[in-house]
Each structure stands twice: as C-alpha cells, then as structure tokens.
C-alpha cells in the first residue's frame, strides 16, 4: 500500500486502498457532469437532479477504475503471481504485485485484460444508454451512461499507448521480452517509449494551451509530466538491474553496520552507535542477536528531542518490507526484488545462521558501478561442480567477495 493511503477493506481477497486525490477527481468529475455534461444533454431539469445523476455517474466511474485493476489482480491470481493490493489515486488506480510473471504470455495476460475490461464496461454502458432511450427513460440517465461508456472507452485506448508505465507499455515490454528473450530489457524498451509518449503529451498539452488557447491543455501537460517521470525513473531502475546483471549477493555485501539492540533508547543510539559509524544506518537486533531493523539519523530528526530518552530504537527503526534476508550465493536482483525499491532497500546476508554481511543504498549504488565497468555478462551463474571425493554430501561453492 502506498504511504498516506486510506484502507478501505478487501474486495475479492484483494486490500485495497485509496488516495485523498480520489476524492478530488471523485469532487471535479461530480461537478463536471451536474454542471455541464448533464445540463447540455438533459436542459430544463432542478439542479438537484443534475447532481444527484452527478455524484452516481462519479461513483460508478470509480467503480469503473476499481474494476480495470481487479481485472489485473484475478489474472495475476491465476498466472501464479501474488496480488498485495490494490490502490485507487489521483491520475486512477494500480495493482501491486508481491513478484513477477514468469513468462511473457503471462505478463501480456495480466496487462491485457484492464483495458479489456474498460474497454468492455464502455461498451456495455453505450448499449444501456441506447437500450434505455428506445425504452423512455429520461434523458438524463441515459446521458450520464453514455458519457460512462465514453470514458471508460478512452481510458481503454489510453492505456493501451505502447510506452510505460501505461499498460500499453507493458504489453510492449513482454512482446520485447519476448523478442529479446531478456525481461529487463524489455522493460527498459517500454520505459524508453514512455518517456518518448510523455513529452509528446506535454508539447501537445503546450500547443493547446499557446496556440488553441484551451486550458485544458494545463491537463494535457499534468499527464504527460506524470508520464514522462514514472517513465524515466522506471528506465533508471531497470538500467541499474541490468548493470547489476548476475552479480550474487555475496559479491556486493558490505560489512555488517554497528549495531543496538531492540531495547536500546534514541538517547543512547545518538551518543553511541551513530557517533561511531561513519555509515548512515545503524542494524536494529532482537536479544537473539537477529537482525529486525535498520535506523539512520533521518528517522531520529522526525522524532522531537525531549523524546529521545524515553523512546526505544525498535520504535523508529525501518523494517518488514523494507528488509530481507538472503544468502551470499543468491542474485543481488533476485534479493533486491523481495524489498522493492533499491533506492530503500536493506539486505541482510546470512550464512550458516550468522549475519555476514550488508546491503544499503550504498552498496546497491556500488554494485552498479561495478555491473557497468564489466559490461555485459551471462543472466545466470552456474555453481562448480561438486568434488568427486564428497559426492553425497552438500557442498557450498566459494563465496566471491569481489
């Protein structure tokens, strides 16, 4: 779930969440139809009715949203891939994803079926309004459905814009995958095609407003501004992991950072660990010497000074899905993906039930640049064979620490 969201419960199995922007465009789309779409379609009618027709029309479009990402997540559910949410914000909604599709054909399926579905709902709200007029209904029902199955039908061909991260974009990047035989390479395709599609939006949205001197060119601009930077960052990203290549865990680990225990104060993590450490975080273990946390001087500003004496560590410290555990001999990718971002990731390394190392932001960044200087190598390592002199005993290969 993203920070700052409001829970709204589980529809389907599924948590889902939502954004204060929903509440926003729910507020714009209300007051768009009650006072114009409706008022042109339905004239002479109580302004009561318009916002009445209004707010249901608003409501059902979000349900309409709601339906694009659940599409996503019962796909995903049957392609083997673990659904945590779902949320519902300013520019519409996004499912989240505990891991990846395992093939192309499953990433198209998942991608493919939330534009199918608006598609299909804009078609199904077109065939109402036209059945219910041959029926009589007042105009104004029959308005807000067709101005539904409009919507939801350019919501279905936006998204399917070949650049990410709409969902066109992604089915560009399994057809790429696919072609390529490479997932991170495809990615790295659609991302470069986004950021191409945002700045044609945002030179459109310019024109707009210069030229035909339409203020819905401000719009225009917003999108493709939104588009152009969750397209470069995700080209970043997918340009680091593939720079990052085969490098194991063990390869890219850091020594283990000070650490306080769960029980320690902020008082004394101050005046101890951190004056000691010259590294931006201090490791946070349980009275089993288990690594639960990671706590760096950014999360003792948020918390006021007369607090530090009588707040614990564990209380501040980052952990759960921001930290990981891994063994030296896994994909530094393979880890990485378990914690999200790597801008924010923690791995802790682990071998033979002790902690032997650690990966932070640094070392993710020096793992970069250490894929970069040597270029391009094969996606996957193969461990050496096992000596002949031990051949029903598990033996580890060497650990690298290059």
């Known amino acids: 779930m993203?920070?700052?969201?409001i829970r709204l419960g589980k529809v389907l199995g599924v948590p889902l969440?939502?954004?204060?922007?929903?509440?926003?465009?729910?507020?714009?789309?209300?007051?768009?139809?009650?006072?114009?779409?409706?008022?042109?379609?339905?004239?002479?009618?109580?302004?009561?009715?318009?916002?009445?027709?209004?707010?249901?029309?608003?409501?059902?479009?979000?349900g309409?949203?709601?339906?694009?990402?659940?599409?996503?997540?019962?796909?995903?559910?049957?392609?083997?891939?673990?659904?945590e949410g779902i949320t519902l914000w300013l520019f519409g909604g996004f499912a989240q994803f505990g891991n990846e599709p395992r093939t192309p054909g499953a990433?198209?399926?998942?991608?493919?079926?939330?534009?199918?579905?608006?598609?299909?709902l804009g078609a199904v709200f077109l065939a109402m309004a036209f059945g219910l007029a041959q029926l009589g209904v007042p105009v104004v029902y029959t308005t807000m459905l067709a101005w539904l199955g409009i919507i939801n039908g350019f919501l279905g061909v936006f998204n399917l814009i070949p650049g990410a991260p709409l969902d066109g974009g992604r089915i560009l990047a399994a057809a790429l995958w696919r072609i390529r035989g490479d997932r991170v390479s495809g990615r790295i395709g659609?991302?470069?095609?986004?950021?191409?599609?945002?700045?044609?939006?945002?030179?459109?949205?310019?024109?707009?407003?210069?030229?035909?001197?339409?203020?819905?060119?401000?719009?225009?601009?917003?999108?493709?501004?939104?588009?152009?930077?969750?397209?470069?960052?995700?080209?970043t990203h997918f340009v680091g992991r593939r720079a990052l290549g085969a490098l194991t865990v063990g390869e890219a680990m850091g020594p283990m950072p000070e650490t306080v225990t769960t029980w320690t104060s902020v008082a004394d993590?101050?005046?101890?660990?951190?004056?000691?450490?010259?590294?931006p975080t201090v490791a946070v273990v349980d009275w089993q010497g288990r690594v639960v946390g990671v706590v760096g001087m950014d999360a003792v500003r948020r918390l006021p000074a007369e607090q530090w004496p009588t707040t614990d560590v564990v209380d501040i410290a980052t952990s759960g899905d921001a930290i990981a555990v891994a063994s030296p001999y896994e994909q530094l990718t393979d880890a990485l993906e378990r914690v999200g971002s790597a801008g924010g990731a923690h791995v802790v390394v682990?071998?033979?039930?002790?902690?032997?190392?650690?990966?932070?932001?640094?070392?993710?960044?020096?793992?970069?640049?250490?894929?970069r200087?040597?270029?391009?190598?094969?996606?996957?390592?193969?461990?050496?064979?096992?000596?002949?002199?031990?051949?029903?005993?598990?033996?580890?290969?060497?650990?690298?620490t290059s």
């Open 2 to 5: 993203r920070q700052g969201s």
């Open 17 to 62: 969440s939502m954004d204060l922007g929903v509440v926003v465009i729910g507020g714009l789309l209300t007051w768009g139809l009650a006072a114009i779409i409706l008022p042109n379609g339905a004239p002479g009618l109580v302004s009561s009715v318009y916002w009445t027709v209004g707010i249901v029309g608003a409501l059902l479009f979000l």
């Open 64 to 83: 309409s949203l709601l339906a694009h990402e659940l599409a996503h997540a019962v796909v995903a559910r049957r392609n083997e891939v673990e659904v």
């Open 107 to 120: 990433e198209f399926r998942i991608t493919a079926a939330g534009p199918a579905t608006s598609l299909g």
């Open 190 to 235: 659609a991302a470069s095609v986004g950021k191409f599609v945002g700045g044609g939006l945002i030179g459109l949205g310019l024109f707009e407003l210069v030229v035909l001197q339409g203020f819905t060119g401000l719009w225009t601009i917003l999108i493709g501004w939104f588009l152009f930077n969750a397209a470069r960052m995700e080209h």
């Open 269 to 279: 993590l101050v005046e101890g660990a951190l004056r000691r450490t010259s590294r």
């Open 350 to 371: 682990e071998h033979d039930g002790r902690s032997i190392g650690f990966i932070g932001p640094d070392e993710v960044r020096r793992a970069i640049e250490l894929g």
């Open 373 to 400: 200087l040597r270029g391009p190598r094969p996606s996957t390592v193969m461990p050496p064979p096992p000596p002949g002199s031990v051949p029903n005993q598990r033996w580890d290969p060497p650990l690298h």
